[in-house]
Nanobody, 119 residues
Framework: QVQLVESGGGLVQAGGSLRLSCAAS????????MAWYHQAPGKQRELVASITSGGKANYGDPVKGRFTISRDNAKNTVYLQMNSLKPEDTAVYYC?????????????WGQGTQVTVSS
């Protein structure tokens, strides 16, 4: 069984920074792409950023230049450094990973962590 556990959310003023972490655990053979999504109340879940196992990063347009995604493959952990936060970044942030267990790869989600940016 695979689990993704996020941490690092909280309340911050506009212009501030937060760093999210997501650690994967379980019977993991490998992890392909890892990603962060967010979902604001009444809105669909959207991709914030993703990173391949080789370190290639991709960002949604609203966060380019402000957020940085990184990963530590030895720790099965992905990070999201969020700078210059805006009130519109307020959402629940979810970690996502394509995890290889034995011969199979499957998609897993974390439980979510709340990020609130006050104006």
């Amino acid at each position: 069984q695979v689990q993704l556990v996020e941490s690092g959310g909280g309340l911050v003023q506009a212009g501030g920074s937060l760093r999210l972490s997501c650690a994967a655990s379980g019977s993991i053979s490998g992890i392909n792409t890892m990603a962060w999504y967010h979902q604001a109340p009444g809105k669909q879940r959207e991709l914030v950023a993703s990173i391949t196992s080789g370190g290639k990063a991709n960002y949604g347009d609203p966060v380019k230049g402000r957020f940085t995604i990184s990963r530590d493959n030895a720790k099965n952990t992905v990070y999201l450094q969020m700078n210059s936060l805006k009130p519109e970044d307020t959402a629940v942030y979810y970690c996502n990973a394509e995890v290889v267990v034995g011969p199979f790869a499957d998609n897993y989600w974390g439980q979510g962590t709340q990020v609130t940016v006050s104006s």
